[in-house]
């Protein structure tokens, strides 16, 4: 196969890979976020603005959640849910993000920017 490519072949390659690249990034990543959509039993528990750096404290059935908020981001900060997965999701920056705390029946969400393609919602 590599007798049939020329090296102008490999150059167009290169480059309809790097714009695909770039545009996956740029079209599939949501704006920037402003508020986090704190729910616990799937209704909203806290609304709360990325501006003003806090810990908020989600109390569910295992115990309590903490959400940090720092820096215009925000984390899962510890869960008393055995295996955390939300905790080790790390920090949320994009509209649209969201972290969940199955066993504690806790999530977060970051809202405000533009929301992008979501298969998890109808």
């Known amino acids: 196969m590599t007798r049939w490519l ?3 072949d490999w150059l167009v390659l290169s480059l309809l890979a790097a714009a695909s690249a ?3 990034v740029t079209l599939w990543s949501g704006g920037h976020a402003r508020t986090v959509l704190i729910k616990r039993h799937g209704e909203l528990f806290r609304e709360a603005s990325l501006l003003h750096d806090q810990i908020v404290a989600v109390p569910g059935p295992l115990g309590v959640t903490e959400v940090e908020i720092a820096g215009g981001r925000t984390r899962i ?3 008393p849910s055995p295996r955390q997965y939300c905790v080790k999701q790390g920090w949320l920056t994009r509209a ?3 972290a969940i705390c199955l066993p504690n029946a806790t999530s977060i ?3 405000g920017g533009e929301r992008p393609y979501d ?4």
């Open 6 to 8: 020329r090296p102008g």
């Open 22 to 24: 770039y545009l996956a």
């Open 77 to 79: 900060r510890s869960d």
């Open 96 to 98: 649209g993000q969201v």
């Open 109 to 111: 969400e970051l809202a």
């Open 119 to 122: 298969s998890l919602q109808f």
